[in-house]
């Protein structure tokens, strides 16, 4: 049977997530990297992959899949790993899947707002978006959190149950790409960061931090993105954060 291919780049949450699923559960899959900031998403071999151009993306001999959530699912159901990542009994797994909906509309777009207006454009334009702009998004990522800690993970240890799923991946890489763009939204948030401590002690400190380590660094990219890339990084800025 040939190996998964699973194309990936760490600066990526959702692709980040799917790789802490595959490592912490010793899924063997040929990590084929592809880097975002250079426009390797483009490519015409990928786009065989994934039309969409997106990552991550997932080949299992001729069938091809996007979108992160529907891979972690796949590689769950396919490599049968330990039920608590996505639970057999009826209810827990529709707390798990009752996150992964309303995260689309909420953990994702507002933390990955804050990324786009604190670090890229940083990197596009040499500094944040102006208060005017940015307290909105930050006042829309606090919310977030809130809604995070008081309506899933409540007085659990993790946000849908008493042991980890795929809910908490999902949920800590977007937080942890404000975290990386300067924003800790951890602080003032003893519940969340005891949770946080949880997930990162549930998967391995060493393979959380190598995962995020070049996330956590995005602010020293000197690297020039190539011009195309920075015009159509503005365009998104400019209407991601209007
Ligand atoms: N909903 C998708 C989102 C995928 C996505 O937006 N990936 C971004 C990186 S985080 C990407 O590939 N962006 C490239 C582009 O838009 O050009 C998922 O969960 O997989």
Known sequence: MAEVSIYLDPLSQPCRSVYLFAKVNKIPFKHEALQLFKGEHFTEEFRKVNPLTKVPALKDEDFNLSESTAILLYLARKFNTPDHWYPSDLKKRARVDEYLAWQHTNTRPHCSKVFWGKAMAKLLLGEQLCSEKLDPIL??????????????LQDKNFLAGDEISIADLVAIVEIM???ASGQDLFKERPK?????????AAVGEELF??????????????????????????????????
């Open 177 to 179: 790409q404000a975290v």
């Open 192 to 200: 969340l960061a005891a949770w946080k401590q949880r997930v990162v």
């Open 139 to 152: 006042l829309q990522a606090n919310t977030t959190m809130t809604d995070l800690e008081k309506n899933f």
């Open 209 to 242: 931090n190598d995962a995020h380590k070049e996330i956590l660094a995005v602010l020293e990219v000197k690297e020039h993105l190539p011009p195309q890339l920075v015009e159509k990084f503005k365009v998104k800025l400019a209407l991601y954060t209007n």
